[in-house]
């Protein structure tokens, strides 16, 4: 059984800062691609970051310079430091892995259950 729990999500104002956090643990053989992803009311959810285990990052056009994704191996976590916040980043922020709980299988993703973020104009 492997668990991924987000927090740090809240309410902000424009142009404010947070940070979210996501620990992966359980029955864990390694964890591979780590990424953040968000879905707003009445829309799709989309790719906000992902890293992978050699700190290779990719971003969505509408968070680069803006948001920084991070991880801890050692610890299977991933971090989004989100800067310059916008009323247009307010999401449901989900934590996704890739996690591999026996060398026998292939990974599997494994989801996170979402934190709020709400910026406020």
């Known amino acids: 059984q492997v668990q991924l729990v987000e927090s740090g999500g809240g309410l902000v104002q424009a142009g404010g800062s947070l940070r979210l956090s996501c620990v992966a643990s359980?029955?864990?053989?390694?964890?591979?691609?780590m990424g953040w992803y968000r879905q707003a009311p009445g829309k799709q959810r989309e790719l906000v970051a992902v890293?992978?285990?050699?700190?290779?990052?990719n971003y969505a056009d509408s968070v680069k310079g803006r948001f920084t994704i991070s991880r801890d191996n050692a610890k299977n976590t991933v971090y989004l430091q989100m800067n310059s916040l916008k009323p247009a980043d307010t999401a449901v922020y989900y934590c996704g892995a890739g996690v591999i709980v026996t060398t026998s299988l292939p990974p599997y993703d494994y989801w996170g259950q979402g934190t709020q973020v709400t910026v406020s104009s």
């Open positions: 359980g029955s864990i053989f390694s964890v591979k691609a």
């Open positions: 890293i992978t285990t050699g700190g290779s990052t």
